[in-house]
């Protein structure tokens, strides 16, 4: 059974639907290319057929290309690996040209059959890059379905045509944001961005599609790319705008990814070059941009986190063997902006909840920040008032404990004060059942302590969501010394249900996130303690891929609740307490009423909105800088290398138990640079001997901090790779 099958209706239209058997969403492989390809070329052969509508048998189009093809090529060209990509992608310009073309004469451009591509749902990547070939594309008018071209999301960029066919069609500015940032859009957006011809009712969408083929004249099928007249929209490089144009294009790659990314240069010489030259020229020189980065380690480390890795944590790698646990009705405790979004994504998902809190007001309060949020997507046309008002009506505020008894899941979302996290949980155990799992939404406490509170801790355990909830795609289950595998179920089928991706951590202070994240910031604190220019520490941290610098990251979160933090970890290391010196500095900001962005007021400047207005002039006064200033290779290193040197200790120590949950939980947590897949390809790429080098370098002139854990030693001297050694059978990063 082939993934694409072609039938003739007797007014001459060939429908070629895509299937892919035992799949929920098509995804192209080298067998249904040659499929798609070989049935275009029947259509056009026969004289019988007059236009071919291109569809999907599926509620959706495609969700992209089969990532596996990738390996496929490399390994089919055996030694020289590149070559075999090359062709490869090449074989999908060819068959997508001869879309394009269809069977046209190549001169006169007269005799090709029209080819309409006729979308139901969503169509990414792959999915895009065929009707793109199409001399039109008809959308139904599906407000869920998504539309773009996402690669540079994952460390690819759009290799089987969309790229070139992107830029001709809307110029390089215009193709910008679909490109660079992998911006989706649903029907009716990429209808007014010119992304697609035509949105038309679901259930017109077959027939309006073939109308259109059979009332279609030659010049409907001459793509302007391929007519003599033909001139790039804004202008080409060797025009006076079109020069403006790339100049501002590369101005704006390099201010979005501070030149960390490796796939956003290559779109951008491939956009660049290929708009110099002829359109099937250009294609060649995007398919040599394409294999460039499919050899360079970082769209592996990225493909394989940020998608192969995430998609088999979302769908349960790390579930334990237990029967379905799905959760039927949730109680949150606490109706804070915590509490609140958690019900939000929750009722979102079809879960009834209450929801409580200690007053009325403050649980109805927690219910209208969903109800605000739900208006949002009302006003974006990604959600209808219908389907807000019945995830609103699954959300029941409530102080009435009793109002818990039917929940089979209960997340206490209160202040974090283990007093008052146990007084919560003994008024909850008085009304719910033995079956009933209870975790506790922590991002410090260790989960040991707070289950004493429970009577059953093997039904306890710690669920950590990041803030915002409706935004953030981690969440960091934690498994305490009793918790048993049903309750680990519980929590990862709640996780795959409210649409996050999850990593199972054993109990330690601050888990695995924070673990890390903490050593980044107060590196950076240490960094302008010792004279380091702000300047340069948040910019070394740009340079590395980080999203936001520590000194930024810290006024995110707020001074107070890093003090918070400080206060409690002193009091539970006494005299092994490390960090007095980053104190020093945070403590001398809060008394100057320097708490962060909330305070208008932090390392940086804010105005009166909020809007950060630049690092705050007076750092220098109190921290005066020294000189000269370290190299910024020297800041990086001990920027980054306090980040996964944490979580090497993380996993020697057992609080980390499968590195794929490391890289994901890294980029989803706290944005630790994507290009690099992730903590441990990041070692992997800089090779383990070279990254002891730089610890040992660091440890000598800085601190034990810095010292290379064993396990770290060990690897490096056996030559080894955490990609090889944890994750058998799996492609390595470098």
């Keep these: 059974m082939t993934d694409f099958s072609m039938t003739t209706d007797d007014q001459g239209v060939a429908v070629i639907a895509w299937d892919m058997p035992g799949r929920s969403m098509n995804v192209l ?52 690996p590149a070559r075999g990509v090359f062709e490869g992608v090449m074989s999908l310009h060819h068959a997508l040209r001869r879309i394009e073309r269809a069977g046209m004469d190549p001169k006169t451009h007269k005799g090709g059959k029209p080819v309409a591509c006729a979308l139901p749902g969503t169509a990414l990547g792959i999915g895009y890059e065929i009707p793109l070939a199409c001399h039109r594309i008809v959308a139904a008018d599906n407000p869920r379905a998504k539309i773009g071209l996402p690669e540079i999301k994952v460390g690819i960029f759009p290799g089987a045509g969309g790229t070139t066919r992107l830029v ?53 099928l ?46 951008l010489s491939a956009v660049y070059e290929g708009a110099l030259v002829p359109f099937d020229a250009a294609l060649r020189i995007e398919a040599r941009w394409f294999t460039h980065i499919l050899m360079n380690p970082s769209s592996s480390a990225m493909i394989r986190s940020l998608f192969i890795d995430m998609q088999a944590l979302g769908k349960g790698a790390r579930r334990p063997a237990a029967p379905d646990q799905r959760v039927r009705r949730l109680g949150v405790i606490g109706a804070g902006m915590m509490g609140a979004g958690i019900a939000h994504v929750a009722a979102q998902a079809g879960i009834d909840v209450v929801l409580i809190d200690s007053a009325p007001e403050a649980a109805a309060k927690g219910k209208a920040h969903a109800e605000g949020l739900l208006s949002r997507a009302v006003a974006r046309r990604k959600l209808s008032e219908e389907k807000k008002a019945e995830t609103l009506a699954r959300i029941a505020p409530t102080t009435d404990y009793a ?21 919560v949980m003994g008024r909850v155990l008085a009304h719910v059942g033995p079956d009933c799992i209870l975790a506790t939404n922590t991002s410090t406490l260790p989960i040991a302590e707070l289950a004493r509170a429970a009577d059953r801790p093997d039904r306890f355990l710690g669920i950590h969501f990041f803030s915002p909830v409706d935004r953030m795609q981690l969440l960091e289950i ?85 003090l918070r933090i400080a206060e409690a970890t002193r009091a539970a290391l006494g005299d092994a307490y490390p960090d007095d010196d980053v104190d020093r500095v945070l403590f001398l900001l809060a008394a100057d009423g320097r708490l962060g962005r909330k305070a208008r007021a932090g390392f940086y400047a804010y105005d009166d909105k909020g809007e950060r207005q630049g690092l705050w002039p007076d750092l220098a ?102 990609q090889a050694r944890f994750v058998p059978g799996a492609a390595q990063a470098a």
């Design 29 to 80: 492989n080298l067998d249904s290319l040659r499929d798609l390809d070989a049935l275009v070329e029947r259509a056009l052969g026969d004289p019988e057929v007059k236009g071919i509508v291109v569809t999907s048998g599926k509620k959706d189009f495609a969700a992209g290309m089969d990532l596996a093809v990738i390996a496929a090529m490399k390994e089919g060209a055996g030694d020289d």
């Design 222 to 267: 001459c793509k302007p790319w391929d007519r003599k007249d033909y001139k790039m929209p804004g202008g080409a490089p060797y025009h006076p705008a079109g020069y403006m144009t790339f100049v501002g294009a590369s101005a704006m790659v390099n201010a979005k990814t501070w030149g960390a990314y490796p796939n956003a240069k290559a779109l």
């Design 478 to 562: 934690i498994r305490g010394r009793d918790t048993g595998d049903l309750a680990v179920a519980k929590a990862l089928d709640f996780a795959k249900a409210i649409g996050k991706t999850p990593i199972v951590v054993n109990d330690a202070r601050f888990f695995y996130a924070n673990r890390c994240i903490i050593p980044y910031l107060n590196e950076g604190v240490r960094m302008v303690a010792e004279g380091v220019k702000p300047a340069l520490v948040e910019n070394a941290a740009r340079l590395l891929g980080m999203p936001v610098g520590p000194l930024q990251l810290l006024d995110e979160i707020s001074l107070e609740l890093a």
């Design 621 to 722: 006064r109190l921290f005066p800088p020294r000189e000269p200033q370290p190299a910024v290779t020297e800041v990086q290193d001990r920027l980054m290398l306090s980040q996964v040197l944490e979580a090497v200790r993380a996993l020697e120590e057992g609080v980390l138990t499968d590195i794929r949950e490391g890289n994901v939980g890294a980029i989803l947590g706290w944005g630790f640079a994507p290009w690099s897949g992730g903590p441990f390809s990041w070692l992997d790429i800089q090779g383990l001997p070279e990254s002891v080098a730089r610890a040992e370098r660091l440890a000598a002139a800085h601190g034990p901090r810095f010292a290379p854990p064993r396990l770290l030693r060990e690897m490096a001297d056996r030559g080894e790779t955490f």
């Design 403 to 423: 109002a818990l008894s039917e929940c089979d899941l209960i997340v206490e979302a209160v202040f974090e004060d283990p007093a008052t996290k146990a007084e």
């Design 168 to 220: 001709r069609k809307l110029g390089a500015m215009g193709a910008s944001s679909y490109l660079l940032e992998g911006k989706t859009l649903d029907p009716q957006a990429a209808l007014a961005a010119g992304l697609i011809d035509e949105v038309v009712p679901a259930d017109q969408l077959l027939s309006r599609a073939k109308e259109w083929v059979l009332s279609a004249v030659g010049t409907d």
